[in-house]
T-cell receptor, first 115, second 115 residues
Framework: DTEVTQTPKHLVMGMTNKKSLKCEQH?????MYWYKQKAKKPPELMFV???????INESVPSRFSPECPNSSLLNLHLHALQPEDSALYLC??????????????FGPGTRLTVT | AQSVTQLDSHVSVSEGTPVLLRCNYS??????LFWYVQHPNKGLQLLLK??????LVKGINGFEAEFKKSETSFHLTKPSAHMSDAAEYFC?????????????FGQGTELSVKP
């Protein structure tokens, strides 16, 4: 099973709200990723977790806060977002980060709209 | 800096005709290369992967790609397009030195299939 699941599928939030995105995989992968994707653009890497530790933060604003409770779960906590943060948020996983050749498996994404 | 170029931002074919999506990468090394497909409002799905084994790689849904080191190319082909192939396609390469799982994405090619 190469499935990565994400909830919710859609999320509308105001600029003062706090919400969370969730991601889950059961492939035994030890690397998990958050990407942001704007329309007609490739995904942009936000965070990487390797063995449940944050290994890469691509200078993402602090209003985005990632969390990896265990090796199967990845959360993205959102607070005080701006309208320009509206995008498709994708989660991905791979076997490991020690080899970039390990393919990444993507979830279906959460479509976030900030009003 | 390493980069990947998808030579066409949009390709339009008729159903039943061949598909060619072009990808060139700039590097002095042999990277791993991937093609991903993204249908509207969906996540990215891995079509195929090259990792220095056979230069002709077969993927899912009848797609294949050929790695040509002399031309630094990794073009994606399919003999006969189907309506369901209409989607965005991303060519992706690994950086020369592993950067914790980071990937380099092309800008994408939108494939339209006419009936």
């Amino acid at each position: 099973d190469t499935e990565v699941t994400q909830t919710p599928k859609h999320l509308v939030m105001g600029m003062t709200n706090k919400k969370s995105l969730k991601c889950e995989q059961h492939m035994g992968h030890r690397a998990m990723y958050w990407y942001k994707q704007k329309a007609k653009k490739p995904p942009e890497l936000m965070f990487v977790y390797s063995y449940e530790k944050l290994s890469i933060n691509e200078s993402v604003p602090s209003r985005f806060s990632p969390e990896c409770p265990n090796s199967s779960l990845l959360n993205l906590h959102l607070h005080a977002l701006q309208p320009e943060d509206s995008a498709l948020y994708l989660c991905a996983s791979s076997a490991d980060t020690r080899l970039a050749a390990y393919e990444q498996y993507f979830g279906p994404g959460t479509r976030l709209t900030v009003t | 800096a390493q980069s990947v170029t998808q030579l066409d931002s949009h390709v339009s074919v008729s159903e039943g005709t061949p598909v060619l999506l072009r990808c060139n990468y700039s590097s002095s090394y042999s990277p791993s290369l991937f093609w991903y497909v993204q249908h509207p409002n969906k996540g990215l799905q891995l079509l195929l992967k090259y990792t220095s084994a056979a230069t002709l790689v077969k993927g899912i849904n009848g797609f294949e790609a050929e790695f040509k080191k002399s031309e630094t190319s990794f073009h994606l082909t399919k003999p006969s397009a189907h309506m369901s192939d209409a989607a965005e396609y991303f060519c992706v390469v690994t950086p020369e030195y592993n950067q914790g799982g980071k990937l380099i994405f092309g800008q994408g090619t939108e494939l339209s299939v006419k009936p």
